[in-house]
């Protein structure tokens, strides 16, 4: 079995920063993309940011210049720091991966959410 750790969520004033952190453990092969969603209250789940294992990272517009996806594939961890935050930030933030099963198996898994908030 594969499982997705987040961990870093918490209360933070606007103009702060935190950082969120996946972890994927279990039977792993190889790991393709990571990546990080959101679901705001009342809103769909969105993607904020993805890495690919090699090439360049994609932010979302919405987030540019603040938020920072960054990898470790010997740790099998991916990081989303996030600063400047804003009270329109506030959501669930999902960690996502494209994990290797087997050498040609790959499926999708998803963590549990970390709940964000920014308030004063």
């Known amino acids: 079995q594969v499982q997705l750790a987040e961990s870093g969520g918490g209360l933070v004033q606007p103009g702060g920063s935190l950082r969120l952190s996946c972890v994927a453990s279990?039977?792993?092969?190889?790991?393709?993309?990571m990546g990080w969603s959101r679901q705001r209250p009342g809103k769909e789940r969105e993607l904020v940011a993805t890495?690919?294992?090699?090439?360049?990272?994609h932010v979302a517009d919405s987030v540019k210049g603040r938020f920072t996806i960054t990898r470790d594939n010997a740790k099998n961890t991916v990081w989303l720091q996030m600063n400047n935050l804003k009270p329109d930030d506030s959501a669930v933030y999902y960690c996502?991966?494209?994990?290797?099963?087997?050498?040609?198996?790959?499926?999708?898994?998803w963590g549990q959410g970390t709940q964000v908030t920014v308030s004063s």
């Open positions: 996502n991966a494209n994990i290797k099963v087997a050498l040609t198996i790959s499926y999708d898994f």
């Open positions: 279990g039977s792993i092969f190889g790991i393709n993309a």
């Open positions: 890495v690919p294992n090699g090439g360049s990272a």
